[in-house]
């Protein structure tokens, strides 16, 4: 797959919109997973993270959220998102409040913890984060693309390629299973 296009800046340009998944589509022309209108439809909803893997040259070199790591993932039919991982063992001192923290040990609670939202747009096979407000400042105003596939029921989201300091390229793997809808809360 050629690599995406940027702009001089070196973000993704935000070319296509999510197409709205509620127009009715005739039963011939009935959305799947490999049209536009139908990826926005597989990706509507909640999704809970199973598993974050990095690797370098295709090869898993850790988890950098630990094992077991915690995540929610939402993607709204207005074309709003947001994402929120966590390590499960972040650290912490039984009965400190977080406003009564020390710098550094909130420095190390929120090295274990991913949080932005914004607006995603579809490209393809690549959904992209229209980042507007993020625990990392940096990413503010910046677009993240990630390429979609599929395993089975499960959504995977591959973050772009990153070199390395040592020459090589590396890339995070997320894995989400679909958050089973309650009856009073709909997605």
Known sequence: MPPAAHTPDGRTPPDTRVPSPSAPAPEENAPDEHTAQGLAASLLGGW???????LVDGQVVGHPLGPGPLGRLEYRPDGRMSALLMRRDRPWPDGLSFTRATDEQRGAAAL????????????GDLVLHHVEMSLYVEHVGDVLTRRISWEGPRLVLHTEPRPTRTGGTTTDRLEWSRDPVRPDHPA
């Open 48 to 54: 809970n993270l199973v598993d974050h893997t990095r």
């Open 112 to 123: 274990g913890f991913v949080g932005y939202a914004g607006r995603y747009t579809l490209r």
